[in-house]
T-cell receptor, first 116, second 109 residues
Framework: GAVVSQHPSRVICKSGTSVKIECRSL??????MFWYRQFPKQSLMLMAT?????????EQGVEKDKFLINHASLTLSTLTVTSAHPEDSSFYIC????????????FGEGSWLTVV | QKEVEQDPGPLSVPEGAIVSLNCTYS??????FMWYRQYSRKGPELLMY????GNKEDGRFTAQVDKSSKYISLFIRDSQPSDSATYLC?????????FGTGTRLQVTL
């Protein structure tokens, strides 16, 4: 079946630095990918919709200058957390769908970010 | 009112029990309904996907959708300790998923 790969699975960085997380669709092309954040024991919160070849669409309250999203190809989207702070520590998950709206959406394994 | 309501649990059942997990929703535009299983510190894993009212069965799992009542359910038969996880319902209208809060399930020996 369709697989979405996310890397790195776990990263620790110092405050003030930037961290990049990659999301790849391994056996299908995805014009749209989604980035979520999940705090412990809470549900997934959509951060932004990543559109191939165009700017990402951010949800209300998500700083686009802090969470940079690049969707340079049909199989790769990246999320860069810039000037990371300890409160950015969270579980970041991407998802992608092989088809049009409503088709099955698959998730990556997630990336644990710890900012120290 | 949240668009999707889900009892967070935790729900504890003995091995072999039938588990019923439920979500209600308010947005009539939702057309696609999914159930995901999430183990601790892992990404969600798709269990069931349906887009019409009625039942869909896959092994020990049955997904039920009642669009008239805006109510969906996931039934797990012969529950196993390995089923212990958080179960998230999700719905979409135009590709963007809206999640329930997740129900934490614990299946005990």
């Amino acid at each position: 079946g369709a697989v979405v790969s996310q890397h790195p699975s776990r990263v620790i960085c110092k405050s003030g630095t930037s961290v990049k997380i990659e999301c790849r669709s391994l056996d299908f092309q995805a014009t749209t990918m989604f980035w979520y954040r999940q705090f412990p024991k809470q549900s997934l919160m959509l951060m932004a919709t990543s559109n191939e070849g165009s700017k990402a669409t951010y949800e209300q309250g998500v700083e686009k200058d802090k969470f940079l999203i690049n969707h340079a190809s049909l199989t790769l989207s990246t999320l860069t957390v810039t000037s990371a702070h300890p409160e950015d520590s969270s579980f970041y998950i991407c998802s992608a769908s092989p088809g049009k709206a409503g088709n099955t959406i698959y998730f990556g394994e997630g990336s644990w970010l710890t900012v120290v | 009112q949240k668009e999707v309501e889900q009892d967070p649990g935790p729900l504890s059942v003995p091995e072999g029990a039938i588990v019923s997990l439920n979500c209600t929703y308010s947005n009539s535009a939702f057309q696609y309904f999914m159930w995901y299983r999430q183990y601790s510190r892992k990404g969600p894993e798709l269990l069931m996907y349906t887009y019409s009212s009625g039942n869909k069965e896959d092994g020990r799992f049955t997904a039920q959708v009642d669009k008239s009542s805006k109510y969906i359910s996931l039934f797990i038969r012969d529950s196993q300790p390995s089923d212990s996880a958080t179960y998230l319902c999700a719905m979409s209208a135009v590709g963007k998923l809206t999640f329930g809060t997740g129900t934490r399930l614990q299946v005990t020996l």
